[in-house]
């Protein structure tokens, strides 16, 4: 398979998939890069990963006491000072903090409403961060802080939308989530209703756009959205229980997030992570547990597919990549003028 992937890339030409070596076998989801250089990676049982190198080699090491938590979220302020997030039912949600590049550790919140779940978080700079949950009593959780997580706060209740009935968020990627500039935020929903929620006052308020994803059943609806600037953003989802099924699980906006209209590129799969390559460009990449795609949305192409399981991808904005996956699979995605 590897060896496919690899033949596969050299002969197109314009970039490189590369597998990695890892020192551990636990489940990946979480994933941010610092810088080029600088990436850190989370997953099951406490896990998390670190590379210095553009992840040619890593780190690996579990948060104290966090051996039973699932980190589906890592979000990196800088090399140094990094939050985790654990997804599960009441105290298995939890928030942890490093300010010394994983030395230490501090247990920042934890959730203690047993009906409560949490499922991804965004930071606008070091201090604003805002962490999103399934609803509760009919509403969206949302947690935020303003002074880099000492104090993490319950939105107040006009703060939290509405959900429609089975409507919820997904915890497959820590990209449910999505910020910009400094107090844009969207956030994308799937089961009852494939919406996504706008806030451009760092979460104070909010409203809600319809997609055309699909969505019905708990299993799908809208997984991932990513934005690179305030206007041009991407949702990714689809049926996470039907990976292969083709229909429309890719979105795009150009106005915000106040419309969304269909990627007409097919067969489409289930995706559970999106990422710009480039701020400046429409090259996105999207995976899931059936395929890892290149889309030119520019010009509406397909430039590059494989079939591969991957939860996660994210970007350096400079053209390089890291996707992850279970089993601790990572690959690296190196366009060819910087191999």
């Known amino acids: 398979m590897w060896l496919r992937l690899v033949l596969v890339a050299i002969v197109l030409s314009f970039q490189s998939v590369q597998p990695a070596s890892t020192p551990t076998s636990e489940s990946?989801?979480?994933?941010?890069?610092?810088?080029?250089?600088?990436?850190?990676v989370s997953g099951t049982h406490g896990t998390y990963l670190r590379s210095t190198d553009g992840g040619k080699h890593w780190t690996v090491a579990q948060v104290p006491g966090a051996e039973a938590l699932d980190f589906r979220d890592v979000e990196a302020i800088s090399s140094d000072e990094v939050y985790l997030l654990s997804a599960g039912p009441g105290d298995q949600s939890r928030i942890y903090k490093t300010s010394d590049g994983g030395k230490h550790w501090t247990l920042q919140f934890t959730n203690a409403d047993p009906n409560g779940f949490y499922d991804c978080m965004a930071f606008w700079d070091a201090d604003h961060g805002i962490?999103?949950?399934?609803?509760?009593?009919?509403?969206?959780?949302?947690?935020?802080?303003?002074?880099?997580?000492?104090?993490?706060?319950?939105?107040?209740?006009?703060?939290?939308?509405?959900?429609?009935?089975?409507?919820?968020?997904?915890?497959?990627?820590?990209?449910?989530i999505a910020v910009q500039g400094s107090s844009n935020a969207w956030f994308a929903t799937g089961g009852g209703l494939a919406r996504v929620f706008r806030s451009t006052d760092q979460g104070k308020s909010w409203s809600a756009a319809e997609t055309p994803i699909v969505h019905g059943p708990s299993s799908t609806g809208i997984f991932s959205i990513a934005f690179r600037n305030a206007r041009d953003g991407i949702i990714?989802?689809?049926?996470?229980?039907?990976?292969?099924?083709?229909?429309?699980?890719?979105?795009?906006?150009?106005?915000?997030?106040a419309t969304w209209k269909p990627v007409p590129i097919h067969p489409q799969y289930y995706f559970s992570a999106a990422t710009y390559l480039d701020p400046k460009r429409d090259d996105v990449l999207v995976v899931g547990s059936s395929h890892l795609l290149q889309l030119d949305l520019g010009k509406m192409k397909m430039i590059y597919s494989q079939p591969i399981n991957m939860n996660a991808v994210a970007s350096t904005q400079t053209g390089e990549a890291i996707a992850v996956g279970a089993k601790g699979e990572i690959l690296r995605w190196v366009p060819a003028e910087k191999r």
Do not use: K, M
């Open 131 to 176: 962490v999103l949950g399934d609803p509760v009593e009919g509403r969206f959780e949302l947690l935020v802080t303003a002074d880099g997580g000492e104090h993490w706060d319950q939105a107040p209740a006009q703060s939290r939308p509405p959900a429609a009935p089975g409507e919820g968020a997904f915890a497959a990627s820590g990209s449910c």
């Open 28 to 40: 990946l989801r979480g994933l941010a890069f610092v810088s080029p250089s600088t990436i850190w």
């Open 236 to 257: 990714a989802g689809g049926d996470y229980q039907h990976p292969d099924a083709d229909g429309v699980n890719l979105a795009v906006t150009d106005d915000g997030g």
